[in-house]
């Protein structure tokens, strides 16, 4: 059964410093993973869609590196800022017949400090 | 492109009440999913949809929950009857994937914030 670990649960910087948030996977047959961005109370925005041949993403300041045979995502956020506070979560998607499903993290909450 | 539209934002009930949630999907996508989501926990899968049939409804309480996707646009959730450990956001999201082989990413809804008191 796959199982998505992120750790820390929780950070918090001071703005500017750069952010490293980590996913890790224990099964690496995966179809792609996917990290999100989820506001208190609001609905998950999706930030970087990684397929399973592919080493990173990126968009703007955030980049994100899948490496499938040691199990890990590491979504990299550069100079951090106020409005970069939320909760972070990564899913996989795994296979399940001719379908996948989504198996997700428990998310890293960030606080960013002005 | 519009979202995924969810409705309600927000429900109160009492428990052993019954309460509906809907989502409408990104037009053109065949997969739906609702997920449960309790807080500080990441979201669970309660079940997905392609078009109008059922792929995964393995970890749906089927005792009280029960969904539908009529003509494999719009979806309706139903709790009945609610226990208080129901409280959670209720998500849907819809993909372009059509188990094809070609794996998309997901597009989410605002949710539904359900407590029962």
């Known amino acids: 059964k796959q199982e998505v670990t992120q750790i820390p649960a929780a950070l918090s910087v001071p703005e500017g410093e750069n952010l490293v948030l980590n996913c890790s996977f224990t099964?690496?047959?995966?179809?792609?993973l996917q990290w999100f961005r989820q506001d208190p109370g609001k609905g998950l925005t999706s930030l970087l869609l990684i397929q399973s041949s592919q080493r990173e993403q990126t968009s703007g300041r955030l980049n994100a590196s899948l490496d499938k045979s040691s199990g890990r995502s590491t979504l990299y956020i550069a100079a951090s800022q106020p409005g970069d506070s939320a909760t972070y979560l990564c899913?996989?998607?795994?296979?399940?017949?001719?379908?996948?499903?989504?198996?997700f993290g428990a998310g890293t909450q960030v606080v960013v400090t002005p | 492109e519009a979202g995924v539209a969810q409705s309600p934002r927000y429900k109160i009930i009492e428990k052993r009440q019954s309460v509906a949630f809907w989502c409408n999907p990104i037009s053109g996508h065949a997969t739906l999913y609702w997920y449960q989501q309790i807080l500080g926990q990441g979201p669970k899968l309660l079940i997905q949809f392609q078009n109008n049939g059922v792929v995964d409804d393995s970890q749906l309480p089927k005792d009280r929950f029960s969904a539908e996707r009529l003509k494999g646009v719009d979806s309706t959730l139903k709790i009945q009857p609610a226990k208080l450990e129901d409280s959670a956001v209720y998500l849907c999201?819809?993909?372009?994937?059509f188990g094809t082989g070609a794996h998309y990413g997901y597009t989410f809804g605002s949710g539904t914030r359900l407590t029962v008191v």
């Open positions: 899913a996989v998607k795994q296979p399940t017949d001719s379908w996948g499903k989504f198996q």
């Open positions: 999201a819809s993909s372009l994937d």
């Open positions: 099964d690496s047959a995966i179809y792609n």
